[in-house]
């Protein structure tokens, strides 16, 4: 009985497994195997190169300002996502007229296409007729300006994010148990030892769960980057994804494009795996 059961869960796990093996690891095998040959102009593998590549790009000092610029645009983007859609979650689980109106606006941003929203965002920014220098009086050029090109585009992904932030905070928010607010004020806690000693700890699995999603699709954000700044000024917002677009589909060079995939992929692994370590062991502690 149990073999038969295991087979038809296989079975049901086929076509499923079958789109994965297609379109996820094929295609990473592919790469892999690319990242080791040097390429022609139509990415067809010519020479067994090992791991030249990989050395060419740890010798490029190109490569290191993606890695340091990715860096900083994932913090930008993670703060901003995570705050956002906490707090517009916590703004939300007040009754008051009108309350629905405000969660379908606060969870609007999943529903967006990021490139589309990256072009309304290129408008508002415009220095001479964009309504975020109207509203603060100012001329500044964002998309031009390298100190605040990084800041504009990590803002607007940080806001696309949110939404999706602030479904997942409002399910967590309605999962704590009122109960426990109940016996808090009945021993005299004021509403900020109510958000410290138990709203927070309620919503540690949660706040985990969404920091790691967020750092994962930072590190993958590429549309609104190519439509607002093209990876500039300079390479003042040249992430490693823009980075690895311009050297496959700019420069033709397939074999660098799939080596910075790799290690991409090393990259997001490595965070994912101590950030989960380190969950693991605050969990033991605790």
């Given at each position: 009985m149990n073999r038969?059961?295991?087979?038809?869960?296989?079975?049901?796990?086929?076509?499923?497994?079958?789109?994965?093996i297609i379109f996820t690891f094929y295609p990473f095998v592919e790469t892999l195997i690319r990242s080791l040959?040097?390429?022609?102009?139509?990415?067809?593998n010519k020479d067994f190169v090992g791991f030249k590549n990989y050395v060419t790009l740890f010798n490029s000092s190109a490569f290191y300002n993606s890695i340091v610029v990715t860096l900083m645009y994932v913090v930008i983007v993670v703060i901003i996502g995570v705050l956002l859609g906490f707090l517009t979650a916590m703004l939300c689980q007040k009754t008051f007229p009108g309350i629905k109106i405000f969660s379908a606006a606060y969870a609007l941003p999943m529903a967006i296409a990021s490139s589309g929203m990256a072009l309304v965002f290129k408008v508002m920014l415009n220095p001479?007729?964009?309504?975020?220098?109207?509203?603060?009086?100012?001329?500044?050029?964002?998309?031009?300006?390298?100190?605040?090109?990084l800041l504009s585009v990590g803002i607007l992904t940080g806001w696309l994010n949110s939404g999706m932030n602030?479904?997942?905070?409002?399910?967590?928010?309605?999962?704590?148990?009122?109960?426990?607010?109940?016996s808090a004020k009945i021993d005299g806690a004021n509403s900020f030892n109510e958000f410290i000693y138990i709203t927070l700890p309620s919503l540690g699995p949660i706040i985990f769960f969404v920091v790691v999603t967020n750092i994962i699709n930072a590190f993958q954000s590429f549309a609104q980057i190519k439509l607002l700044t093209g990876g500039g000024p300079g390479d003042s917002t040249n992430v490693i994804v823009h980075d690895i677009y311009k050297n496959a589909f700019m420069n033709y060079r397939y074999d660098m494009a799939s080596a910075e995939s790799i290690i991409l992929f090393v990259i997001i692994m490595l965070l994912t795996l101590i950030i989960f370590k380190r969950s693991g062991a605050q969990d033991d502690r605790s």
């Open positions: 038969e059961n295991n087979k038809k869960a296989y079975f049901y796990l086929l076509p499923a497994m079958t789109v994965f040959h040097s390429t022609d102009n139509m990415g067809a001479s007729i964009g309504i975020i220098n109207i509203i603060l009086n100012s001329k500044a050029n964002w998309l031009v300006n390298p100190k605040l090109a602030f479904l997942y905070f409002s399910a967590g928010l309605a999962g704590i148990d009122d109960s426990l607010y109940e």
